[in-house]
């Protein structure tokens, strides 16, 4: 099998170079071992999507690019939005523009000779150009339950034959190497069960203490230790107070925040930050989104005071 | 190996009887895979890669692992058990070696019989 993607396994170890970090979004990504186990049996077994569940921020759309970073394959991501359906993905038909040039056609010859090829007015989507390039491709279809109920299901048959048809031109096209597919749910919706069994499913965990360390680490590198060390405990007891305020259930800060947090942070002078740490939470703002939030944590910090 | 005679099988059919939406081919995707040297290296590389395919949501995979520990994890008390406790590979950890688990079919060692013999399908 001389296939590039299924030759060597993904290991989560290949980072891109500091150099490259922001560009299309591309950072540091830390995966569990668990997670890399996972992301292999995707691209082994092919036509199963993988299914990524987890807290906010615990990573699940970031995956998907750090795959193909590694890998060394193109990326299509897909936003799901309310109002997506299935169809947008793999392709959309412009009926309107071609209509407006059929109607200046005798004014314009090189409209006339656009009109003819429905081609003109076909984009392919993230999936359709995944079916259609030779390489094999990673494709992210991320918070899949924000779309209606049918989405899911109407994807069905593209995933597991591998081909869709565009009626505008009755032909059919094929992948010519099956899409990786990593799909991203926040749970606000149920997926159908026929959706769900092709599935393979994992659930992100929070990062540990020490793998929070790691993370900021890999995305500021050359970071004081301490300061980094005291960052990550003091997000830490953030979240578990939150955590034990609003259930497991509750909005809690999550990794993104602490990286912006941390972000913010560093660049104060080191002796600076790390004395802001021991105080009262410095800028705040960052980190709780509430109103709610900000008055339990003034009450909470209040009542330490006073005790 | 007959696929029909793992105890898998029997797991795989106490999920269904749990209401877990599975068929046949995701049964097959696991053997599939097994043969294709994942899962294969512990009880834990198995009972992952179980998970992964069969379950779709945490509370599924509460009862997975719960069935899992029934049905599987016997205690070795009967003979001798010669491929489970070092696995045979080296370490996929190392960077080195590019292709632990990659699914190239030839060059898969004959898969050390996971937990087939291991186990008779005992219940309950």
Redesign the interface.
């Known amino acids: 099998m001389a296939n590039l993607a299924t030759s060597h396994p993904y290991t989560g170890e290949v980072q891109p170079k500091p150099e490259e970090y922001g560009k299309d979004g591309l950072y540091p990504y830390l995966p569990s071992k668990e997670l890399v186990k996972a992301v292999n049996l995707t691209v082994f077994l092919e036509k199963r999507p993988l299914l990524i569940k987890g807290d906010p921020g615990s990573g699940k759309t970031r995956l998907a690019q750090a795959v193909a970073y590694e890998l060394g394959l193109p990326y299509e991501p897909w936003y799901i939005k309310s109002t997506g359906r299935a169809r947008d993905g793999l392709y959309t038909y412009d009926a309107v523009r071609r209509l407006h040039d059929a109607q200046l056609a005798h004014l314009d010859e090189s409209r006339r000779s656009r009109v003819d090829d429905p081609w003109n007015y076909i984009h392919l989507g993230p999936l359709g150009r995944a079916f259609q390039n030779e390489q094999r491709t990673v494709v992210l279809i991320d918070e899949i339950d924000k779309a209606d109920i049918d989405f899911p299901n109407d994807l069905l048959l593209e995933l597991d034959e591998q081909r869709f048809f565009i009626e505008e031109t009755g032909e059919g096209i094929k992948a010519h190497e099956p899409p990786v597919v990593f799909i991203t749910s926040n749970d606000e919706k149920e997926l159908p069960d026929a959706f769900l069994r092709r599935c393979l499913f994992i659930y992100i965990e929070f990062p540990l203490p020490s793998q929070l360390v790691a993370i900021v680490n890999a995305h500021f590198p050359g970071s004081s230790p301490a300061l980094v060390k005291a960052a990550v405990d003091r997000f830490l007891e953030l979240r578990q107070q939150m955590e034990q305020e609003k259930g497991q259930t509750g909005k809690k800060v999550s990794t993104s925040e602490l990286l912006d947090w941390f972000a913010v942070l560093r660049r104060h002078p080191k002796d600076e930050a790390l004395a802001e740490l021991e105080g009262q939470l410095p800028f705040p703002e960052v980190l709780l989104k509430s109103w709610e939030d900000h008055l339990r944590y003034l009450q909470a910090s209040n009542a330490k005071r006073e005790t | 190996m007959n696929p029909g005679e793992l105890p898998l099988l029997e797991l795989f059919n106490r999920l269904r009887e749990h209401g877990l939406?599975?068929?046949v081919e995701?049964y097959m995707?696991v053997l599939?895979?097994l043969r294709?040297g994942?899962g294969v290296r512990d009880r834990r590389?198995l009972e992952?890669?179980c998970c992964?395919?069969w379950?779709?949501?945490?509370e599924e995979?509460r009862l997975f692992r719960r069935l899992f520990e029934q049905m599987l994890a016997q205690p070795v008390t009967r003979p001798p058990e010669p491929s489970l406790p070092e696995p045979p590979q080296p370490p996929p950890e190392t960077?080195v070696t590019?292709?632990?688990?990659?699914?190239?079919?030839e060059a898969v060692q004959p898969v050390p019989s996971p937990p087939a013999q291991r186990t008779p399908p005992v219940s309950g």
Not at chain 2, 55 to 58: G, L, Q, R, T, Y
Not at chain 2, 98 to 105: K, L, M, N, T, V
């Open positions: 939406q599975l068929g995701e995707a599939r895979a294709a994942f590389a992952q890669l992964t395919v379950v779709k949501s945490e995979a960077p590019p292709s632990p688990e990659a699914p190239a079919p």
